[in-house]
């Protein structure tokens, strides 16, 4: 699936291929709007409602991943909400074997999130990722940009110094993989089963994978 010799440098994203989406899909789908019901008193069909507008309006844009954002919206502490989920907050089975693959290989890896460098600060400690060097990691609230929206890889690549032709790039989301393979890195590869508590999605418009195990040799 992947030439390695043709590839240098690995980016790579976070939430739902380095780490579980389960986290955040109970998280944003199922504890928020539970606790929100319970700390500001209203019904929990209310609280989901409200959490749905404001995703609604901002998706696609970088402010649907920042948690100081939705804390205001929501005026409740999004991060202090997330700690007491800490415990579910997980690498994917064989993304540490997949780290050391890239170091025994020689291969960067950069890890390129849209996760608010809070929520990426809080995850890194959680998960145990933080104990697994990167070459570089960048947070798409640096640039004003997510990940998805025109001019990002154009920033990235800026900050980054990275020869896109040499480099492979794997997401789990659609959107995401779109825009990178309009403007960044020569090659993409989506995680298929982002989190492990779903079934595997059918790959259509990239290649993509289940475990990190198919990609190396």
Same mark, same amino acid.
């Given at each position: 699936?992947?030439?390695?010799?043709?590839?240098?440098?690995?980016?790579?994203? %976070? #939430?739902?291929?380095?780490?579980?989406?389960? =986290? /955040?899909?109970? =998280?944003?789908?199922?504890?928020?709007?539970?606790?929100?019901?319970?700390? *500001?008193?209203?019904?929990?069909?209310?609280?989901?409602?409200?959490?749905?507008?404001?995703?609604?309006?901002?998706?696609?844009?970088?402010?649907?991943? @920042?948690?100081?954002?939705?804390?205001?919206? !929501?005026?409740?502490?999004? $991060?202090? $909400?997330?700690?007491? %989920?800490?415990?579910?907050?997980?690498?994917?089975?064989?993304?540490?074997?997949? !780290?050391? =693959?890239? *170091? /025994?290989?020689?291969?960067?890896?950069?890890?390129?999130?849209?996760?608010?460098?809070?929520?990426?600060?809080?995850?890194? +400690?959680?998960?145990?990722?933080?104990?697994?060097?990167?070459?570089?990691?960048?947070?798409?609230?640096?640039?004003? !940009?997510?990940?998805?929206?025109?001019?990002?890889?154009?920033?990235?690549?800026?900050?980054?110094?990275? #020869?896109?032709?040499? @480099? $492979?790039?794997? #997401? /789990?989301?659609?959107?995401?993989? *779109? *825009?990178?393979?309009?403007?960044?890195?020569? +090659?993409?590869?989506?995680? $298929?089963?982002? #989190?492990?508590?779903?079934?595997? +999605?059918?790959?259509?418009? =990239?290649?993509?994978?289940? +475990?990190?195990?198919?990609? %190396?040799?």
């Amino acid at each position: 699936m992947v030439n390695w010799n043709a590839i240098d440098t690995v980016l790579l994203d %976070m #939430d739902g291929t380095l780490l579980d989406l389960n =986290f /955040d899909n109970q =998280f944003w789908l199922d504890y928020l709007p539970r606790r929100y019901s319970e700390l *500001r008193g209203v019904p929990l069909a209310e609280a989901r409602a409200l959490e749905q507008e404001l995703s609604d309006s901002l998706h696609g844009h970088l402010l649907w991943y @920042c948690i100081d954002h939705w804390s205001e919206a !929501l005026g409740v502490d999004v $991060l202090s $909400l997330k700690r007491e %989920m800490a415990h579910l907050v997980r690498l994917r089975a064989d993304s540490a074997a997949f !780290l050391q =693959f890239l *170091r /025994d290989s020689g291969k960067r890896s950069v890890l390129v999130t849209n996760a608010h460098p809070k929520a990426l600060a809080f995850k890194l +400690q959680a998960s145990g990722l933080e104990q697994h060097p990167f070459d570089a990691r960048y947070s798409s609230h640096r640039f004003g !940009l997510a990940k998805e929206n025109p001019g990002f890889w154009d920033s990235l690549r800026a900050a980054g110094d990275f #020869d896109y032709a040499r @480099c $492979l790039f794997i #997401d /789990d989301s659609p959107s995401v993989l *779109r *825009r990178a393979q309009a403007e960044g890195p020569a +090659q993409v590869l989506q995680v $298929l089963q982002p #989190d492990s508590a779903l079934p595997p +999605q059918q790959a259509e418009e =990239f290649q993509g994978f289940i +475990q990190f195990a198919e990609l %190396m040799p």
